[in-house]
């Protein structure tokens, strides 16, 4: 999702990421997508999944984007 996307999303969305880069995200999505969620507050849960070759789920979570734990694992800027 982009940034301007981003700022929009509400309720549950669902993100996905190469098994590489599971469950933190990209620098995009650190520094610019969940900024943006975090910052507008209209995000209540996301659902992280991890996609194989072929849209396989390799792993998935479910974190509240104000919680602790998000804010650690994906960073908050300033």
Do not use: C, H
């Amino acid at each position: 999702m982009s940034e301007n996307y981003a700022k929009d999303a509400k309720g549950t969305i669902d993100i996905i990421q190469s098994p590489d880069k599971f469950p933190k995200g990209g620098q995009t999505w650190m520094d610019r997508e969940y900024q943006a969620i975090l910052k507008a507050k209209k995000v209540t849960s996301i659902n992280v999944f991890s996609m194989g070759e072929g849209g396989k789920t390799l792993g998935q979570m479910k974190i509240d984007p104000q919680s602790d734990a998000a804010k650690t694992l994906f960073g908050v800027k300033k």
